[in-house]
């Protein structure tokens, strides 16, 4: 079975904290994603990774970036958390030539 | 408007009702459509998925696409209270998935 993990399940941070998210899988797959997830508004794609030290801009990129050091490891950064990026967040991963992706429990960010 | 509309509910059943959940969608390059069940406080985990037009079955679920109409279906048959649950459709063009705001499914004991 496809393992995604994601480092917290609830965080608390204060507006302007640098927030670090981690997300880690254990199938090899190439492509990861960070995803939040909003009320009323589905699941938006915040940037994705096909491949170590790659990334690309998703539907919501603004206010985040995000580093692939490594093919298991995907993590998003909050560079200065504010209040709208209260949310849950999903991480997801799926094989280069894969239509399907395996979500981790995501984590719940609430910025005071 | 959204690449993908799907009716948020929430829906409510008795147990054993069928349960029809719906999506359309405006971007004719999607060929692969996924649906998701997302338990409360947890990831969407997948549940069905299909490329083709028709009905594709996997026990007491259905999954239906009209490529035409752009309009993809789930039924769920003999609805349980384990299946209380939202329901996200999924869809596939290029390179990354466009998602429903999800359907919350409440099947009642």
């Known amino acids: 079975d496809v393992k995604v993990t994601q480092s917290s399940r609830y965080l608390v941070k204060r507006t302007g904290e640098k927030v670090f998210l981690e997300c880690v899988q254990d199938m090899d797959h190439e492509n990861m994603f960070w995803y939040r997830q909003d009320p009323g508004l589905g699941l938006r794609l915040i940037y994705f990774?096909?491949?170590?030290?790659?990334?690309e801009k998703g539907d919501i990129p603004e206010g985040y970036s995000v580093s692939r050091e490594k093919k298991e490891r995907f993590s998003l950064i909050l560079e200065s958390a504010s209040t709208n990026q209260t949310s849950m967040y999903l991480c997801?991963?799926?094989?280069?030539?894969?239509?399907?992706?395996?979500f981790g429990p995501g984590t719940r960010l609430l910025v005071l | 408007q959204k690449e993908v509309e799907q009716d948020p509910g929430p829906l409510s059943v008795p147990e054993g009702a069928i349960v029809s959940l719906n999506c359309t969608y405006s971007n004719s390059a999607f060929q692969y459509f996924m649906w998701y069940r997302q338990y409360s406080r947890k990831g969407p985990e997948l549940l069905m998925y299909t490329y083709s037009s028709g009905n594709k079955e996997d026990g007491r679920f259905t999954a239906q696409v009209d490529k035409s109409s752009k309009y993809i279906s789930l039924f769920i048959r003999d609805s349980q209270p384990s299946d209380s649950a939202t329901y996200l459709c999924a869809m596939k063009g290029d390179y990354k998935l466009s998602f429903g705001a999800g359907t919350t499914v409440t099947v009642r004991a």
């Open positions: 990774s096909y491949d170590v030290k790659m990334k």
């Open positions: 997801a991963s799926s094989s280069g030539g894969q239509e399907t992706q395996y």
